[in-house]
């Protein structure tokens, strides 16, 4: 079964923060392309048929990159919502055990992204042991490699905000901050 590109959970005119021009581009363009050249890789070999977490656990190259940004942009617009989502209890006790309070997580969380050089992606995720951390990764990298459970990630690739904000990353994670879908994220911590 191949991979196939999924409808964005919102209108593309919804977000404010981010435009329907870059939505066009990012999602229609970028994200298409992903899956496209995950499918295209993955034809005819051993990792045919299976799914994207597998074969992000196992491909080296072409494959892996592929596969991983078709991942990391589905759980990345997962992770916005047009409207102001309240934090669920479990998951605010969870950050404000990890990183004092919810407020200090999205800062730290855009401040680690604003300092991830280069194109990649900043996450939160639960390590083994059930605490909460932030990292980055660099170009296609996913945390699943590091046996890590991703909850939430942002995008910092130039693509995802340079339409809107040019040069001005901090400011796209501050209103990418304010657009967090609580729900997805309590959700992945289970
Ligand atoms: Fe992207």
Same mark, same amino acid.
């Given at each position: 079964?191949?991979?196939?590109?999924?409808?964005? =959970?919102?209108?593309?005119?919804?977000?404010?923060?981010?435009?329907?021009?870059?939505?066009?581009?990012?999602?229609?363009?970028? #994200?298409?392309?992903?899956?496209?050249?995950?499918?295209?890789?993955?034809?005819?070999?051993? #990792?045919?048929?299976?799914?994207?977490?597998?074969?992000?656990?196992?491909?080296?190259? =072409?494959?892996?990159?592929?596969?991983?940004?078709?991942?990391?942009?589905?759980?990345?617009? !997962?992770?916005?919502?047009?409207?102001?989502?309240?934090?669920?209890?479990?998951?605010?006790?969870?950050?404000?055990?990890? #990183?004092?309070?919810?407020?200090?997580?999205?800062?730290?969380?855009?401040?680690?992204?604003?300092?991830?050089?280069?194109?990649?992606?900043?996450?939160?995720?639960? !390590?083994?042991?059930?605490?909460?951390?932030?990292?980055?990764?660099?170009?296609?990298?996913? =945390?699943?490699? !590091?046996?890590?459970?991703?909850?939430?990630?942002?995008?910092?690739?130039?693509?995802?905000?340079?339409? !809107?904000?040019?040069?001005?990353?901090?400011?796209?994670?501050?209103? #990418?901050?304010?657009?967090?879908?609580?729900?997805?994220?309590?959700?992945?911590?289970?």
């Amino acid at each position: 079964m191949a991979f196939t590109l999924p409808d964005l =959970p919102y209108a593309k005119n919804a977000l404010g923060f981010i435009s329907e021009n870059t939505l066009n581009f990012h999602h229609d363009k970028h #994200f298409k392309a992903y899956v496209d050249t995950a499918n295209k890789f993955a034809a005819g070999t051993e #990792f045919e048929g299976k799914s994207l977490e597998e074969i992000i656990k196992k491909a080296k190259g =072409p494959l892996f990159n592929n596969a991983a940004q078709a991942w990391n942009h589905g759980f990345y617009f !997962d992770g916005i919502s047009p409207k102001a989502v309240a934090v669920p209890a479990k998951l605010k006790a969870a950050l404000e055990k990890a #990183f004092g309070s919810v407020e200090k997580f999205t800062d730290e969380f855009a401040k680690s992204a604003a300092g991830n050089f280069g194109s990649g992606w900043t996450w939160l995720v639960e !390590d083994k042991d059930g605490s909460l951390k932030i990292v980055n990764t660099s170009n296609a990298g996913n =945390p699943l490699t !590091d046996g890590l459970k991703p909850l939430l990630t942002v995008d910092v690739w130039e693509h995802a905000y340079y339409l !809107d904000y040019q040069n001005r990353r901090p400011d796209y994670l501050k209103d #990418f901050v304010a657009h967090i879908n609580w729900d997805f994220v309590a959700r992945n911590l289970g």
